[in-house]
């Protein structure tokens, strides 16, 4: 566990990054699904999912992966791709059970009034959407070494140095 003073939170449009990532994962599970249920004629015919099928692979299948990821892993890979994880607001641990899957459904009262609770993330200082504050959550991530500021100050430096010398 990183000291809280080397962590950052994760804006909008890494998070967007990684739930790309989860949703192309997502995708490659579940097409072949689909194929082995409906056949390659009915999908390209637009035939789509009703009755139980349906709610498997759209809400219980990709529910159960990623509050499997957060439980496990306090991340999806996608979260994982960018050195991001979840973890409680408060105290800095990982979320109990009961948080990750108020999260999840968050998601839901997140997105309803035009996404304006993902977006949130982006406008919010400890880039908080809406499903993580009705969790009580944070992403963060180590925050990154700012390797090349130093070189260039260096750079600049010697240039200055030696327009002066002239």
Not at 6 to 20: D, H, I, N
Request: contains cysteine; proline residues 5%; glycine residues 10%.
């Amino acid at each position: 566990m990183n000291d809280a003073s080397e962590l950052e939170y994760v804006g909008f449009w890494a998070r967007a990054w990684a739930s790309l990532i989860d949703s192309v994962l997502l995708l490659a599970v579940i097409l072949p699904l689909l194929f082995a249920i409906y056949g390659r004629e009915n999908l390209a015919e637009g035939v789509t999912l009703s009755g139980p099928a349906n709610f498997l692979l759209s809400y219980l299948l990709p529910a159960v992966a990623v509050i499997a990821f957060w439980s496990t892993k306090h991340a999806t890979p996608g979260k994982m791709v960018i050195g991001a994880r979840i973890v409680d607001a408060k105290t800095g641990q990982p979320p109990s059970f009961g948080q990750h899957l108020i999260r999840y459904l968050g998601y839901f009262v997140a997105t309803i009034p035009f996404c304006l609770g993902l977006i949130w993330v982006g406008l919010d200082k400890r880039k908080q959407g809406w499903h993580d504050k009705l969790a009580g959550t944070v992403v963060v991530r180590p925050k990154k070494k700012r390797h090349g500021s130093g070189a260039l100050r260096m750079i600049f430096k010697r240039m200055c140095v030696s327009c002066r010398q002239q």
